[in-house]
């Protein structure tokens, strides 16, 4: 099996690393358009990839050894697995093996060289001491670890220049390596890497526009993407070589300088016309284009792609992608279908394609990619970008359940259409489908209180549960859902008062036959008359497969109830035991119950085997003054992984704010939690430098909450964000947001500003299903919230376009003239998404504050003189507003 691991080890770092294993920054969302991402996994890799996989995850089973000794290992596999892990920890715990890194800069194996070169990268400034060891690395014979040692020095000593000249000399040489499987790879890495430079780059822009007479296309491809990434403020210098590159004479070349021109911020006709002509160039599609999402038309495929990416301005294309979305490639289709919805409302007379494309539901996707591609949903999710409620109502009527599923809930993506929509989405929670009950409740939740008209018929999907597993990913990880977890969500958004709620939550329980978790949460939430629902309550305790969940409910509503005792505590020992048992136990002892000894010891083993949350805070009620308990309690709810969902963890979480005050232990373990380190033995496979990270997030939020030690918990919150760590900043938003007094959560939130990464919330593991979010907009609103105007005046001029569109749209909703002065500074910004931003937030201005508007409106038919009609439509549309 060893030989397994190491032959795992060698298909990872010489394949891997060649084609899949690019910089940490490649999870990162990008903030400049790119070629790279239109296809996201090369077509050479579909053979290996089920091979590969298996063999990556029986590898891992032997990577056993801690972190340290696999970096010291004499076994070059070994040491490849501890760089590998380093990619879970944070920046401080890298710092306390960096100079085992500076040594492995000289390992005689490449790809032990490049990876301790992208680790030292990682460590920033911190690790100037080994610039060195890596200068001697730009002229490595492995031309990977040449790019590597330029990031690497650009980074930790600031050597743009160095760097910009090795990825220049790449660009110009790497089209002439011998190696085939190479020289591709290599220009490209290189001319992402100068984009990801930005306008440093221009330190080499005389030889980049040399570079655009290259003989080879792929080389001239990549200068154009690099010129584009420049920048607006590099326009002049720029624009006209972009322009003449329209014409070259390689579609990949034209497709790149048309994607350039847009970042350059240049009028983009002309290039909308070259991007419509590319999409047009198909190849005949053989039979596999025809049945799978991979793109055996790159060009066309990638080209309607960066028309989506126009947005309004590429409404000129709108008869094109409308006709693409009948295109015999499945990759052409897929991508027509979301650049119509980019393009928004000039999309509309696309609306009637868009609705025939709605029927294509076959779904497309690859062994343990964990995602699915469908063309229909696509053309759901671009209708209800595009305001076409028409088109999705009619859609709800249709014979097939996946697509009344798929327009059930884009409709909540239109609230301006909901008194037309909640109604139909209603009558669709009785449909036949569980699949389209479950949307339809999603597309409620989205309207919110507008849909309070449904909550009867919610109320009613809640009692008896029924799960639906779809497996997005074909041989995949699926998506569970469930009808009343749904139901219970959309609930909580429609917010509900108990007299809506009641009379069909009593109606309901007097025929159920089931009781779900989310019933029980309705009860606790609506306090029904007891008497209206006790006797069909004690009606399920009598029934086998219903007497927990019943004896639970009781424990809300009777707790006093004689029945319930004795079965909720011998199902907490049940060889399976059932959801409810430990929620209704603890219940039980919140209203008074104790436990005998005996119980409580055996309670304890089994809440410590378990690692149950609400067995350690049954047995914390009992016991708030053992030392032991308090810390398992501590330690379960840092953890962050409770037994029921968000809503048993917020139960617990609010009995623990109340404690902390008055208990000096349960203060101690808290605090205690806030330097909680957990060697990374195992990084791999557990993850353990984001679980300390998670422990530390998880108790400061409580001791913030709490309002004690709040100081040192907002010093560890700034570790965390400072360590770039974890991926659990959107949280760290969210209690900055919440709990955190202003003055110590503003500096935080403004350094929050400049994070783009995205995540997901909800979903399955991989993300499928849930929402994308990224951290710097949660920021931005966080501070609007607050009102920091200073702090987002602060950011107006960063040299991230991101960040200024975000501050911009915040600073539209604050009524401050510090605030309109500002945004007048900006009607003229070099790049077209914060000017198009600044036109929507003007208008924002006027329609809040009507005397603001004959200030304002000057400026805005101003705009019709813009360049850019996104930016014109924005001016246009923020002035019909105001009527």
Known sequence: MRQVARFAAYLRTGCQSRTMQADRRVVKERSRSSLAGAVEMKVELRGVSLLLTWLLCTASAFADKPLVARLNSADQYDVLDGLRDLQFVGRQYRLSVKQRLIELVDHPNADVRVDALRQLAEIGAAAADASDAITPRLRDEDPECRLAAADAL?????????????YVEALKTGADLQDDNRKGWLVEHAGQELQWLGPAAAIELPALLELLNDPHEIVRAEAASVLGALGPQYRQQVERQLTAALADPAGKVRLAAAVAINQIGAPVDQAVQTLIQLAQEEIPASDEAANSFWAENFLASTAVKALGELEGDAAPAVPALGALLKSPVLAVRLEAATALGKIGTAAQPAAPALAAALQETEGHSAPFLHHSWCVGENAAVALGQI????????ALNDKQPMIRARAAKTLGEIPAAAPQTVGPLS???????????INATKGLAKLGPAAAAATPDLIRLLVNPLGVTSFPAGMGIGLTESTSAEAWRALQKINPTAEQANPALIESLQSANRLSYETICALREYRPDSAAVKEPLERLLQQKDTRVAAACALAFVAPDHDEIAPILRAAVFAEEPELFAAWGLDQ??????????????????????????????????????????TQSLVAALAYGHPTFDHQALAESRRFVLQQIGAQPLLRE????????????????????????????LRAARLLIAANVAVEQAVACLAALVADDQMSGSIETVEILTQETPPAAAIPLLTLLLDDNERYTSGGDFYGNGGEWRVTGDRAAVALSKLK?????????DSEDPLVRERVVRMLGELDEAAAVNALLSKTADLDVRVRRATMTALGEQGKSNPALRPQLRPVLEQAADDSRQSVRDAAGQALRNWQ
Not at 154 to 166: E, G
Not at 594 to 623: M, N, P
Not at 676 to 686: L, S
């Open 154 to 166: 650009a980074k930790v000593a600031d050597r743009i220049d160095l760097a910009a000249a090795v």
């Open 387 to 394: 305001g076409a409620a028409d088109a999705l109502l009619t």
């Open 669 to 696: 373990a808290l605090v205690g939690e806030l330097g909680y380190v957990d060697p990374p033995n195992q990084a791999e496979e557990d993850f353990t430098g984001e679980q300390s990270a998670y422990r530390r």
């Open 788 to 796: 920091a105007t200073a702090a987002l005046l602060g950011k107006l």
């Open 588 to 629: 039980l002892v919140a209203a008074g119950q104790t436990l005998d000894a005996d119980y409580q010891a055996r309670l304890r083993k089994l809440a410590a085997d378990r690692s149950d949350l609400l067995l350690w805070l049954t047995l914390y009620r009992l016991s708030p003054n053992d030392r032991q308990t």
């Open 427 to 437: 009558q669709l929670l009785q449909d036949p489908e569980p699949f389209v009950r």
